[in-house]
């Protein structure tokens, strides 16, 4: 039990962190604009996104319900599987494309993990 508490807060801290960072950037970085413009987003598209990704990794890391925090799990699995097929579909190179990928393994980490943790999901 103590391996999958372990397991959860390495990658539940990985997406968190990961998240506020790209919504810090998103926020502060002109290229940002640029870069949702290439990927043909709106510009308001960019600040609604890193103002749910800071809402999400705040909701991962407090006590919340689970129901609350298997939202903030299915937000960040179409943010994470929608980024793939928007970086596919521009044409971006492969490890730009691939990014959001290993990050859908480590929330699904997370998610498991955490499930486990609370004895949600059987161990054997």
Request: charged share 15%.
């Given at each position: ?10 990658t ?17 970085k ?65 490890a ?24 949600v999901?059987?161990?054997?």
């Amino acid at each position: 039990m103590k391996a999958f508490k372990i397991t959860y807060w390495i990658t539940t801290s990985i997406i968190a962190l990961m998240m506020t960072y790209s919504a810090v950037a998103y926020l502060t970085k002109p290229e940002m604009t640029q870069a949702f413009h290439h990927l043909g987003f709106p510009d308001y598209f960019r600040v609604e996104l890193a103002v749910a990704k800071v809402i999400g990794a705040i909701l991962l890391l407090i006590p919340v319900s689970s129901k609350v925090k298997e939202w903030a799990y299915a937000g960040f699995f179409i943010v994470f599987v929608s980024a793939f097929i928007a970086h596919t579909a521009s044409g971006d190179p492969v490890a730009v494309r691939v990014a959001p990928v290993v990050f859908l393994a480590i929330l699904g980490v997370s998610y498991v993990s955490g499930g486990k943790k609370n004895g949600v999901i059987a161990t054997k």
